[in-house]
């Protein structure tokens, strides 16, 4: 079956113009707030050594040794708190039972710990293969339907839901490369001009905690944006390959 890729496009923007204000609350308190205070509360970990610079090795383990005791726990809470947020919308636009927003929180918090599961076996393999980028990008592309999958046809376990994705996308892989890449893309152009003026005031802004402020805010929101336009998308494209359109 040929995919329509702009049908596919067309569908995620209209849901994004008709829920809009849910989307905007949803998102702006799950995903843009802990994106926000990762960037304002944690500091960057250290750059890896050279390789083959022992000494420099030996730095760097006690470094990212010291940032882990300072942070670790703060990133896997907000980390946490992004998944669910994600895992909120899938609710809310692929389970059967149609739940109202404070449903779809409440099923997310039961649902996480699987979901998480299934994060980690997508996320894995998806960034080993990204080393060689076609294969990162052609898995990505494949395990798109996976969420709104395990969130539609539950009860579904996770490697089940990673075959059923698989059969979905059939025949498609290479398009869905391309667009697997649009919300990624997407959200990094939005968020690229408030890394590069914070890259080019050269520390500037800590002097100053408003546009400090503002860049993190700047970034966040592009993130933000990716992110939501990622699970539209595969909302939309989950419908079309599931009914056959």
């Not at 919308?89 to 404070?102: G, H, M, S």
Request: glycine share 10%; charged share 15%.
């Amino acid at each position: 079956m040929k995919l329509d890729v702009a049908g596919v496009l067309r569908d995620a923007w209209a849901m994004a113009k008709r829920d809009v204000e849910v989307l905007v609350g949803v998102a702006g308190l799950f995903l843009f707030v802990p994106d926000l205070a990762q960037a304002m509360y944690v500091a960057l970990p250290p750059d890896l050594p050279d390789f083959g610079d022992e000494a420099a090795a030996d730095l760097w383990l006690k470094q990212i040794g010291i940032w882990s005791q300072h942070y670790e726990l703060l990133v896997i809470v907000l980390g946490l708190l992004s998944l669910f947020g994600t895992l909120a919308l899938f609710l809310l636009y692929a389970d059967r039972a149609r739940p109202t927003v404070a449903g779809a929180l409440a099923r997310g918090g039961a649902l996480l710990p699987h979901y998480l599961l299934l994060a980690l076996i997508v996320t894995v393999p998806v960034s080993i293969g990204a080393v060689l980028v076609f294969p990162g990008l052609y898995l990505k592309g494949r395990l798109m339907p996976v969420a709104p999958v395990f969130v539609a046809e539950r009860p579904i376990g996770v490697f089940a839901a990673w075959h059923r994705s698989f059969a979905l996308t059939r025949g498609n892989g290479l398009v869905l490369m391309g667009l697997a890449f649009v919300p990624l893309l997407g959200g990094r152009l939005i968020a690229l001009p408030f890394a590069l003026l914070g890259k080019a005031l050269d520390g500037a802004p800590m002097a100053n905690p408003v546009m400090a402020a503002l860049l993190d805010a700047g970034m966040a929101g592009g993130h933000t944006i990716g992110t939501v336009a990622a699970v539209l998308i595969e909302i939309a494209l989950y419908r079309r390959l599931s009914n056959g359109i």
